[in-house]
């Protein structure tokens, strides 16, 4: 009788304990909501005082004082730019303004204004503006090592990832030769002629390269072997997305890679060790060759003179 008794004390408290728990989980998420609306209503106060006055109550850019600037400020309820963009690349422009990701220098930075949680309101305000609704973006803006300082400050983020460019607008070899290409000076004063030209000193910079009639002497980030034949256009036409090699250039702000051979890759390998092999090594082509052959009945070679004759 005390086993039952014990038995079923237990279960009552164990019942009591789910209804405990569940209430908890309950009155928990019932306060999160709240709070969420409570960070939103605060950063609305904050774009109202420090925002509003250039971006315009709506956030369309156009506030009192938009029409004293060269460019229109952003148009944050856009949606089909804004919702592209990470949460961090918005953080970034707050925090030390439009120059620390290539915009114009007429975007002041608010380090000094705002706290870190301010801008993490504002930010979370601003979402609520965008039309079509935001839900939900892409993850962080990534920073690969290596990146070399380029002679003028071209973000993917703003051109691939908030605008879409696809990248054979500016690398349109990619299609139809061995290499990308690099657009034109000319291909970039196509877009610029009128954007940016008056107040941004990025975007000056490729004037000043046209008005001499020189190219941009960019940095090369990529690069094969001599050795090796590797042709864009086979990996264009058999849809290999630009991204399986290069990365997630639509999040870099500046482009850079670890690629190619790497003695710690190859000590890995002498004493038996079998590591990843490092991208744009002849085994991680192999390997995708190998694999897109089995899942997708491609036909891409695996015999050595395809790549080196």
């Known amino acids: 009788m005390r086993g039952r008794t014990w038995a079923a004390g237990g279960t009552a408290l164990g019942l009591a304990a789910l209804i405990l728990a569940a209430w908890h989980v309950a009155s928990s998420r019932a306060v999160a909501a709240p709070t969420d609306e409570r960070e939103v209503q605060a950063g609305r106060a904050l774009f109202a005082t420090h925002c509003a006055t250039c971006h315009g109550e709506g956030g369309r850019g156009d506030g009192a004082s938009a029409s004293g600037f060269a460019t ?13 963009l990470p949460d961090e690349f918005l953080v970034s422009v707050i925090t030390h303004g439009g120059p620390a990701q290539g915009l114009a220098p007429t975007m002041p930075p608010f380090d000094r204004t705002l706290s870190a949680d301010q801008i993490r309101r504002l930010v979370a305000f601003v979402r609520t ?30 051109h691939a990832g908030s605008f879409q460019i696809p990248c054979q607008y500016c690398h349109a070899d990619a299609r ?29 910079k490729i004037h000043e390269y046209a008005r001499r009639g020189a190219p941009i002497p960019w940095a090369r980030v990529f690069k094969v072997p001599e050795f090796t034949y590797f042709p864009h256009k086979a990996h264009v036409r058999a849809d290999v997305a630009c991204q399986d090699c290069h990365g997630p250039i639509e999040r870099m702000p500046v482009v850079g890679a670890d690629t190619g051979p790497a003695l710690t890759n190859d000590l890995a390998h002498l004493v038996g060790l079998h590591p990843p092999s490092r991208p744009l090594t002849m085994g991680w082509c192999v390997e995708c060759h190998r694999r897109e052959n089995a ?5 891409a070679p695996l015999d050595c003179v395809a790549c080196h004759h």
Do not use: W
């Not at 229109?72 to 592209?84: C, E, I, T, V």
């Not at 939900?136 to 290596?146: E, K, Q, Y």
């Not at 899942?295 to 036909?299: K, M």
């Open 72 to 84: 229109r400020p952003s148009d944050l309820a856009d949606g089909r730019l804004m919702n592209g």
């Open 129 to 158: 503006l965008a039309k079509p609704d935001y839900r939900g973006g892409p993850a962080g803006l990534t920073r690969p090592p290596r990146a070399p300082k380029q002679p003028i400050f071209f973000n993917h983020v703003i």
């Open 176 to 204: 139809r030769s061995e290499y990308a290409g690099l657009p034109s000076v000319e291909r970039c004063v196509g877009c610029h002629k009128i954007i940016g030209v008056a107040d941004n000193p990025e975007i000056g």
């Open 295 to 299: 899942a997708r009945a491609t036909r």
